[in-house]
């Protein structure tokens, strides 16, 4: 087969990109949201918390050996999951809620892939140069020792951003300080060096050599987040109504040209490559450097800022017709944006409504059904039940056991005298209880007896009950 027969290429190979260092208001609050971002991403395993003698004191640890997770004073048990759940679904409602008022703005300031692909291309820039030197450096054939000699301090600074973010991840899920020693002393558990290795590698692929990639192919957001946007929504968008036609051309009587001097400053700043002036693209991550580029050219050439800029649909035909756009405050409160205001605030107070009605003891009553009931030798039926008491405190409690119900009740502990047993703090205690009733008494001739078992935290007088039946001879 001859080369003009073969098949076309179905996938065209990837152009590197290198995005120009730009200046302005959106460069300036990326940076400091990344600053803020990866702070807190580093930083937050290493605040301490005090929990007492039995617990790391960490402020978050997401403590997987005992199923739980600790959130400064808050402290999330596994039956507690609908926590968890409900944070999840103010996730999504708030990526909802901005991305109908503001286009991919979570895209462009605050994805881990944004914020990370940020840091390896600033950290590219302080050892290769700006855009033009790195171009240069790409397309110089010849490997002489300049160009390996930054390619490999390139490369070992992505290593070190992979190590520290691979680091900071595992230090969420034990005690820092303890894990980070028994780390360097080559005595940490294999899961933590395997761990680190595993984010090391997917850091420096995913922010360092695959980059836009993954906004483009591999993240689904772009495919689906035109269902939250209608023709208010506010993007980044061209006008090209005043720009076109575009030229570099000294502008004459003769010559009616655009505002747009095709100077390409803002392809040049864009991290997925794209021209805005092409209108809404998927890879568009609406993370406004275009617009920074854009106004230092127009304030060069004489031009207004705004050439690119937040746009809704909305205001086109206004504009074009020389009117003012509507207020970004109609544009971001309207019904939808409302609505999903709405839904995101229902969910946060039923979740602070339910942290604060929650008990610190808990328990949870298994009747043992075999056999069902058990006959003494003076005729008392007994009944066994497996309770499980759970003591939320940083300290160890004493719980009294006690019954509610037919006055001929008696309750019994397997273990212990009396009627009152030490469960350990931040723990769950599995405490065998008899419940019995004498011979000749209701419930004990009865099929069943409803009756409830209590427990009393004595140390502060909290209490919490389970309802629960007595089994009889009738059965």
């Known amino acids: 087969m001859s080369k003009t027969d073969q098949e076309p290429e179905l996938y065209a190979a990837r152009e590197p990109i290198f995005p120009k260092r730009v200046y302005g208001k959106f460069r300036n609050l990326k940076w400091f949201l990344m600053a803020f971002t990866l702070g807190i991403y580093y930083l937050t395993p290493w605040i301490r918390w005090d929990r007492g003698p039995s617990l790391p004191d960490q402020a978050v640890l997401v403590d997987i050996a005992n199923r739980r997770f600790f959130f400064f004073m808050i402290e999330i048990w596994p039956h507690e999951f609908y926590f968890v759940a409900g944070l999840l679904i ?18 462009g300031y ?61 230090f969420y899920f034990t005690d820092a300080p303890a894990l980070l020693q028994s780390l360097l002393l080559g005595t940490a558990h294999p899961i933590a060096y395997t761990t680190i290795a595993v984010m090391t590698f997917f850091t420096v692929f995913f922010g360092a050599i695959a980059r836009e990639q993954i906004c483009i192919y591999a993240c689904p957001w772009p495919r689906i987040q035109a269902a939250m946007m209608d023709e208010d929504t506010l993007v980044v968008g061209y006008r090209d109504w005043r720009g076109e036609p575009r030229g570099k051309g000294k502008r004459t009587q003769d010559t009616e040209l655009g505002d747009c001097i095709d100077c390409m400053a803002c392809v040049n700043v864009c991290p997925t490559g794209i021209d805005i002036r092409d ?51 109609k544009h971001i409160l309207r019904p939808r944006t409302i609505l999903y205001t709405t839904l995101w605030s229902l969910v946060g107070v039923m979740l602070v409504v339910a942290l604060f009605l929650r008990s610190d003891i808990e328990l949870t009553v298994a009747p043992v059904r075999n056999p069902t009931f058990v006959t003494l030798s003076d005729g008392t039926i007994r009944n066994t039940y497996e309770v499980r008491l759970r003591n939320k405190h940083g300290d160890d409690r004493p719980f009294q056991i006690s019954v509610k119900g037919d006055p001929s009740l008696l309750v019994q502990l397997e273990g212990t005298e009396g009627d009152t047993v030490i ?9 065998r209880v008899y419940v019995l009733s004498p011979k000749g008494a ?13 427990v009393e935290d004595a140390s502060n007088g909290d209490r919490v009950y389970k309802d629960t039946v007595f089994n009889g001879r009738a059965n």
């Open 279 to 329: 209108g809404q693209q998927l890879e568009c991550i609406t993370c406004a450097l275009c617009i920074d580029a854009c106004d230092e050219m127009m304030e060069k050439v004489g031009k207004p800022r705004g050439l690119i800029d937040y746009l809704a649909a909305s205001d086109e035909g206004r504009e074009r017709e020389g009117g003012q756009p509507k207020s970004i405050w």
């Open 110 to 170: 605050a994805c881990p892939q944004t914020v990370w692909t940020d840091l390896f291309l600033l950290v590219e820039r302080w050892i290769e140069g700006d855009r033009n030197a790195r171009l240069r450096l790409h397309r110089q054939k010849k490997w002489d020792f300049r160009k390996f000699r930054l390619r490999v301090i390139k490369v070992l600074s992505w290593i070190f951003i992979g190590l520290a973010t691979g680091g900071a991840w595992v």
């Open 423 to 431: 469960v350990p703090a931040d723990q769950m205690k599995l405490q």
């Open 90 to 107: 103010m996730a999504g409602l708030g990526l909802f809620l901005f991305t109908s008022a503001l286009g991919r703005v979570w895209c």
């Open 442 to 454: 209701l419930p004990a001739e009865s099929a069943s007896t409803g009756f409830r078992i209590w």
